[in-house]
Structures are given as C-alpha cells and as structure tokens.
C-alpha cells in the first residue's frame, strides 16, 4: 500500500476561481455581484481547507494519518461556513482549499519563505534535543503539527530543498494567492455595494481543540490550562479580557465585540451563571494576522460601522459528542460530519445574526 494513500490530495494543477471558493444564500440562482449589498458578515476560512496538494507528495511523511492531516486544520470550519452562508442572506464564506502546509494565510507572508522553514527545522531539532524553543514568526509553512508529528520531511541535501522550494512556490499561486484573491474581491464588492453607513464585519474562522495527539492518534493529550478554550467560543478583537484595548489597535470596538458576544450567548441559549465557562473575549486567542489586515483596511475606509474579529470555537462543540468521543480513540482516520449537530449550530448563528440586526 502507498503510505500516503490515507491523505486526501487535491490533483496535481488544480486551479481553484472566485466560485470555487465563495459561498452565499441562493449561490445557484444568483450571481454575488447581486447578493453583495445584502452582505453585512464576510466570513473567513484560511484553515478550513485540510486537503495537500499533490505537488508536496514527494515531501510528505510516510506515516502521517488522515487524522493526523485533518487535526492538522480546522477542517469542521469548512462545512459549517458553507451551511452558514446558505442559511443567512447576510452572510458570505469564503474558504481556503490548501492545509496551511502549503502557505497558511493567517500568518504574514514570508519574504523568504526557505530561510524561515530552514530556520523552523534548525529550532526543531533544537527542541528535540531538549532546548525549549518557539516557531513563531517563522511557521507561516509548518512542517509539523501542533501534536509535533512531522508533515514534510526535512531535505537532507541543495537538491532536495530546491524541488520543495519550488513545489511549494507552484501550489501557492493555485491555493494560498487564489483564496486571498477571493477574500479581496468580496471585500472590495461588499463595500461598492454597501451604503456608507452600513454596517460590515470581516470573521476570521477557526476551531482547536483542548486536547492534543497521543502517538496511537487518540485526541486525548490535554492542553495547559492557559491554552484551553472555553466550552463553545472565544472571541478576539485584539483587546483585553474585556474587549477593551490593550498597547495595540482594537479590531473591532469593545463595545460592539461585547453586543457580539452577547446576542451569540442568547442564541445558543447560554446563561448568565454559564456565561463565564462558555464564551471568553481575548483567551487564549487575540486574534490573527487576517482580523488585523482587514480590520485595518476596514478602518482606512472611513466608514463608522465596520471592524473585523476572529471566532475560535472549541472544535469538540462542532463536531458534537459522538464525533468527539470517537476521536478520543486510537485510530487514523476522521468521523464524518454530524449534520443534526451542525445544523443546529448554524441555527444558533442565524438566530445571533437577527439579533444583532434587530
């Protein structure tokens, strides 16, 4: 058996357009050029895609897993997005095909993107002989997981990195530059098309779970207490606890990050004595580099209503129970998408929607 026939590969050139990757109400019957004034949430999915293009095949692990691949992304972002927008006239997702693997966009674009994977496989085997090290900066390619098993094998000579230098240069242009394209083509449209004063927020959106990869593929190993997620959500918008600003630039004022979080708790029927363990603002995630960019060129535009915030859901509250315990044993590969479950949380946000529109 090829050791890399669990992956789920995307075909060698595989382009991917604006409809591709661009999903709204009623996508069959009408044409987003028509949707975009109706548009006031443009959702983003820059780790939904979980699928490796087949130019990296030469570079891939042996052993890596389909669970291990799709850990690797927020995958479950991917078909709750899509089910979002079609449920929500006002909603647009736009979804990354590529595993950050190949060029994650919620990092900065590295201007030399070999030194940086040199320079991430020169710490890695720091770590490994016991020096406690950090990636950041230099992961917008991560060659291993957040478990720490290895995605793409270190070249062992000029030639090697060469050919995985330029694969990774080829696959850019079909997934990384065509989802980016995209995101700036809706956001463009949406702002044409909406009044000055109308409202417009960009989401970034993401899952993690509270618990990492045990070696036998069970999703059991737990984070610090630091790095956990609440029980459904957290907010980021660059701000305190609060919401309220901190050294850097709020993307979204923390009054209007609070009224989000607010209508969302409503929606999926959170209490105030629950409130504390389901929802957190700015715990353990701040926000990335897509809620800062856009929430920059949102404020450039001038306009008195936009902003942009990330949403990190636990993933164990997407994928439901039985999902979740399934995972929680040993194996390699990935339960299927509890739809019940999932229709139940795109009804949450729909109804979140309406209320931050009443």
């Known amino acids: 058996m090829n050791p890399n026939s669990a992956i789920d590969w995307i075909p060698a050139g595989q382009r991917h357009g604006f409809d591709d990757l661009v999903f709204w109400h009623d996508k069959g019957s009408v044409p987003f050029v028509a949707r975009a004034a109706k548009i006031d949430t443009i959702v983003l999915g820059p780790h939904a895609g979980a699928r490796f ?6 570079f891939v692990a042996d052993g890596l897993t389909r669970r291990k691949q799709y850990d690797f992304s927020d995958v479950i972002t ?3 997005g899509r089910a979002w927008a079609a449920a929500d006239p006002h909603v ?8 950050r693997v190949a060029l994650d966009p919620n990092r900065a674009p590295p201007p030399d993107p070999q030194a940086d994977l040199r320079a991430f496989f020169e710490r890695l085997q720091r770590q490994h002989a016991g020096e406690s090290v950090s990636f ?3 992961d917008a390619i991560r060659p291993i997981t957040f478990s720490g098993e290895t995605v793409l094998v270190p070249p062992a000579n000029e030639a090697q990195w060469t050919a995985l230098t330029g694969a990774l240069a080829s696959v850019r242009a079909l997934g990384h530059d065509a989802y980016r394209s995209a995101c700036d083509q809706v956001i463009n449209a949406v702002l044409q098309a ?6 417009l927020v960009v989401v970034g959106l993401h899952d993690t779970m509270n618990t990492k990869m045990r070696a036998d593929g069970a999703l059991v190993v737990e984070r610090p207490p630091a790095d956990r997620l609440p029980t459904l959500v957290n907010f980021g918008n660059r701000g305190d606890a609060n919401g309220d600003a901190l050294a850097q630039p709020l993307t979204l004022p ?3 990050m609070r009224r989000i979080a607010d209508a969302w708790a409503h929606a999926f029927g959170i209490g105030p004595s629950a409130r504390a363990d389901a929802i957190s603002l700015n715990r353990p995630y701040p926000g990335g580099y897509e809620v800062i960019q856009y929430g920059a060129l949102l404020a450039q535009s001038g306009r008195p209503r936009v902003g942009a915030y990330q949403v990190e859901f636990l993933r164990e509250a997407l994928l439901g129970p039985k999902a979740t315990a399934h995972l929680h044993q040993p194996g390699g590969d990935w339960p299927a998408v509890d739809v019940a479950h999932l229709g ?3 009804g949450a946000l729909v109804e979140a929607g309406r209320l931050l529109r009443a």
């Open 194 to 199: 909406r009044a000055p004063d109308a409202p």
């Open 92 to 99: 647009v997702f736009i979804e990354c095909p590529h595993a």
């Open 254 to 256: 923390g009054a209007e």
């Open 344 to 346: 139940s949380i795109v």
């Open 78 to 80: 991917g078909p709750l």
């Open 53 to 58: 293009p087949t130019e990296l095949q030469p």
């Open 136 to 138: 950041s900066g230099i």
